[in-house]
């Protein structure tokens, strides 16, 4: 008798398949000649982009590099202390000396 249920060995998409959507838009970037990739690398190293667009752009291209890191759950035992700290008195405190 069959087995019922549960993940079959080589049932779904391949791992790293692209599907139709992402097919169909990568083919028609390539019909325009236009690549997001290089068109942010563009903008990001023009002299007259703004910072801000800038770091957007970086935001973007870092994804390409770089996996998001996850945030990380930390679990403490015992006392904590947390000290807060404002730097622009940090900067005041230099300046004054």
Known sequence: MADKGGKRQG??????AVNKRSRELSERLD??????I????MI???PTTSPE????????LAQYIA????????????????????FQDLD???DSV
């Not at 290089?38 to 690398?41: L, S, V, W």
């Not at 996996?67 to 404002?86: F, L, M, S, W």
């Open 11 to 16: 049932a779904g998409r391949p791992k790293g």
């Open 31 to 36: 019909d325009l000649g236009v690549d997001p």
């Open 92 to 94: 005041e405190d230099k």
């Open 67 to 86: 996996p998001k890191r996850k945030a990380v759950e930390q679990h403490t035992t015992g006392d904590v202390t947390i000290e807060v700290v404002n």
């Open 53 to 60: 667009l800038k770091f957007q752009c970086f935001k973007e």
């Open 38 to 41: 290089e068109g942010m690398a």
């Open 44 to 46: 990001s190293a023009d």
